[in-house]
């Protein structure tokens, strides 16, 4: 049985005053016990966040890192480790803000995965077609694209260490959200792909759906069966939401 996760993605929001009350926010949450909880803060933040946490069960990562691990002469990029270093457990790595506007790789993000890795945190691999691409019928061949490409890189036994994201690039701030079914067929493609590998590590990987999740929507999207929870933008920044996200989770 997998365990749920829910994760809010707070991207390149927030000032020190907004953090700072949505973390008082967050820490007067019922949260469910049976979902694992996580926040990626700027990194500016992370320091702060993770020391509010501190005594609680949420977890902290990072939005990004560089692709690798260790220190180096690398301006306004920061290593995985450093990450570590500041209290991550966990780091997205390929999501679709980063991919299209910033024009990561896929060469570049499977690069990216090792390197959280090597740091000892959980990359969060996020995937994901455009529109044009769903309409043109390309989602699943996008999707295993990326996806082919991290294993290639990292072997089929480190996606037991990871979790993936599928957010269909469409559905992203949109709010448009797949169905259920467009989005569990996706899941469960991803999960034949690493079951034609490994079936074990394909029972335990998490996969998360990610776009437009809010706490209407939630329980639907997570009672299907290959999808294990959420990664949430814009309703993460709202305490309250998220909270019914995760509750929505454990249920
Ligand atoms: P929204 O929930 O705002 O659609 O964002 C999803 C996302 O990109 C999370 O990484």
Not at 111 to 137: D, H, I, M, N, S
Request: with cysteine; hydrophobic share 50%.
């Amino acid at each position: 049985m997998r365990r749920a996760m829910v994760a809010g993605n707070w991207k390149m929001h927030g000032t020190r005053s907004s953090v700072r009350e949505l973390i008082g926010a967050l820490l007067q949450q019922k949260l469910p016990d049976n979902v694992d909880v996580a926040v990626f803060p700027p990194s500016l933040f992370i320091a702060e966040v993770v020391q509010a946490l501190a005594e609680t069960s949420l977890a902290v990562g990072g939005q990004t890192c560089a692709a690798q691990a260790g220190q180096g002469a690398l301006t306004g990029e920061i290593a995985s480790s450093q990450l570590a270093d500041a209290g991550c457990e966990l780091v997205l790595v390929g999501h679709s803000e980063r991919r299209l506007i910033l024009g990561e790789s896929d060469e570049l993000v499977a690069q990216k995965f090792a390197a959280a890795l090597a740091a000892g945190l959980t990359p969060v691999l996020c995937v994901g077609e455009t529109l044009e691409q769903r309409e043109a019928g390309e989602t699943l061949q996008v999707v295993s694209r990326q996806l082919a490409e991290v294993i290639r890189v990292s072997g089929i036994a480190a996606m037991a260490r990871a979790i993936i994201a599928y957010e269909p690039v469409w559905a992203i701030g949109t709010g448009l959200t797949a169905s259920p079914e467009q989005a569990q067929d996706v899941h469960e493609a991803i999960r034949l792909q690493l079951a034609a590998q490994d079936a074990g590590v394909a029972q335990v990987t998490r996969i998360l759906y990610g776009g437009s999740v809010k706490a209407a929507n939630a329980a639907e999207l997570f009672g299907m069966p290959d999808i294990d929870g959420g990664l949430i933008g814009g309703a993460s920044l709202n305490a309250n939401e998220f909270g019914a996200i995760c509750r929505a989770a454990g249920n």
